[in-house]
């Protein structure tokens, strides 16, 4: 094997690579969500096919102007690396963010469900003047409610979102059951947290 084929050897491997590391950064859905980083990856994107066109011309070239060919190669190889490496650690930036928002939204979801659930006890002298069937849909609802917001808890990616919409139909739910049930008592808190 020559030096030629040995060099479109090794950076068809080196593309290979990017494609996977690029692939594996796309694989993030809440990287797929950001504006940001699909305009950061998109960058990487058009560095990766200026990289493979420069493969492609020099296994086309031949052996003419194959040292300048391999130079121009390996800067565009380097640049789409760097612009990659850059993508994931602002990737993992963001994501550590994301974590942070995601634990501040269960925090104050969590704050809200025990405030809700003090203003319960407080009104278990209205209970008292509820049907049986009232206090078990109460109850039923109540209790959809928190399985929800535990399900929440344990969320990863994609899950979050689905089960953050099933947590706020719950809450939505209960409150507005709460509401017909008690028709004559103070509103109690009207929503659920809403995730800026």
């Known amino acids: 094997m020559n030096e030629r084929e040995a060099t479109l050897r090794k950076m068809d491997a080196e593309k290979q690579r990017i494609d996977a590391r690029i692939a594996e950064v796309e694989a993030e859905s809440d990287i797929r969500e950001a504006k940001e980083e699909v305009k950061e990856l998109r960058g990487v994107k058009e560095r990766r096919e200026a990289f493979r066109r420069k493969l492609e011309d020099l296994r086309q070239r031949g ?58 006890s407080r009104s278990r002298a209205e209970d008292a003047l509820l049907t049986k069937q009232e206090m078990q849909f109460l109850r039923s609802s109540f209790k959809s409610t928190g399985d929800a917001l535990r399900r929440l808890m344990t969320a990863k990616g994609g899950d979050w979102a689905r089960l953050r919409k099933e947590y706020e139909s719950s809450w939505n739910d209960l409150r507005e059951n709460s509401r017909k049930i008690r028709a004559d008592s103070p509103a109690l808190s009207e929503s659920p947290p809403s995730p800026s």
Request: charged fraction near 40%; include cysteine.
């Open 63 to 120: 052996t003419e102007n194959f040292e300048q060919g391999k130079k121009e190669l390996f800067r565009a190889c380097e640049e789409t690396s760097k612009s990659l490496d850059e993508a994931e650690k602002q990737a993992e930036v963001r994501r550590a963010a994301y974590e942070r928002k995601q634990d501040a939204e269960l925090r104050q979801m969590g704050a809200q469900f025990d405030g809700w659930e003090a203003a319960i």
